[in-house]
């Protein structure tokens, strides 16, 4: 979904109501996690945060999902603090 801040590479809804951004990145190493997203594009990520809370009406978490090669998926929860 694109958002005038980032494009949200996926969207969904929780049982509670909350809406989930999930950010996908291609990463290895798990040390390298934090690394794969830049001071910037978090910053985006947290506007498009704020403008699907108006536009849903709800509280909006920020996720990430760091995929392999070989197809492991890592996320990490609620990033948005």
């Not at 958002?3 to 049982?15: G, Q």
């Not at 809406?19 to 291609?26: C, D, G, N, S, Y």
């Not at 809370?53 to 990033?79: M, P, R, S, Y």
């Amino acid at each position: 979904m694109k958002t005038p801040f980032a494009e949200v590479d996926l969207l969904f809804k929780s049982p509670d109501g909350n809406i989930l951004m999930v950010e996908v990145k291609t990463a290895n190493l798990a040390e390298f996690h934090f690394y794969r997203i830049s001071q910037k594009q978090k910053n985006r990520l947290f506007r498009a945060m704020q403008f699907l809370a108006c536009q849903f009406e709800a509280l909006v978490e920020i996720h990430w999902a760091f995929v392999t090669k070989e197809g492991k998926v890592t996320v990490i929860e609620d990033i948005s603090g």
